[in-house]
Structure formats: structure tokens, C-alpha cells
Nanobody, 126 residues
Framework: QVQLVESGGGLVQAGGSLRLSCAAS????????MGWFRQAPGKEREFVAS????????YYADSVKGRFTISRDNAKNTVYLQMNSLKPEDTAVYYC???????????????????WGQGTQVTVSS
């Protein structure tokens, strides 16, 4: 049974920063790429960032490129999302996800991911 537990969300003013963490258990974490997605009220879940199983390749949505950084620590079974220069439109519930396939480079489609965390709320005030 895979468990993904996000933490680090909260309320921050526009221009501020937050660091999200996602701790994984129940799989060989280092064999899987990982992804971050978000869902705002009334909107569909959208891709934010992903990282390959080695950590050597990363992908970002255009809306967060240059502001967010995804990273991983395989020794701690944890993936991170550093969010800088936050904007009110970044307000959403953020989810980490683990894919169906091992040893891939990090998908951008939610359909590629099998396991999801419970989500952590990020609210950016203007």
C-alpha cells in the first residue's frame, strides 16, 4: 500500500514563498518519477511540476516556470516543491502523485499517476 503525505501548505501574501513536502512509503521511491498537481475551486486538476526517478530531469507548467522548483531526496523518500514569488492565482489544493510506471522521466498528465496524496491547501492573499 502506497502512502503519500503532503505538508507545508498555508496562507502567504503575494510575493512570498512556501515549501511543500511529500513523504512516500510503500514503494521503492527511488524507482519512480514524482509529480505535483493542483486544483483550484471550480477548476480541473492541473499539472504543476514533475521530476524523473533520478532527479536529473524536471518539467514545469508554463505558469510556474521560473518561480517553482521541484526536487527530491531519495534517502528520505521525499519530494519537494519550492514555491517563490507566489501569486493569488497559485491558490489551490496541491497534490503529489506517484505514477504507474517505474523509471520514467516524469509525466505531465494526471492519467499517468496511480497514487495521490490527500492534498495540502495553499492560499495566496493579494
Amino acid at each position: 500500500q502506497v502512502q503519500l503525505v503532503e505538508s507545508g501548505g498555508g496562507l502567504v501574501q503575494a510575493g512570498g514563498s512556501l515549501r511543500l513536502s511529500c513523504a512516500a512509503s510503500g514503494r521503492t521511491f527511488s524507482s519512480y518519477s514524482m509529480g505535483w498537481f493542483r486544483q483550484a475551486p471550480g477548476k480541473e486538476r492541473e499539472f504543476v511540476a514533475s521530476i524523473s526517478w533520478t532527479g536529473g530531469m524536471t518539467y514545469y507548467a508554463d505558469s510556474v516556470k521560473g518561480r517553482f522548483t521541484i526536487s527530491r531526496d531519495n534517502a528520505k523518500n521525499t519530494v519537494y516543491l519550492q514555491m517563490n514569488s507566489l501569486k493569488p492565482e497559485d491558490t489551490a489544493v496541491y497534490y503529489c502523485a506517484l505514477p504507474y510506471s517505474t523509471y520514467d522521466y516524469g509525466g505531465i498528465s494526471a492519467a499517468e499517476y496511480r497514487y495521490w496524496g490527500q492534498g495540502t491547501q495553499v492560499t495566496v492573499s493579494s
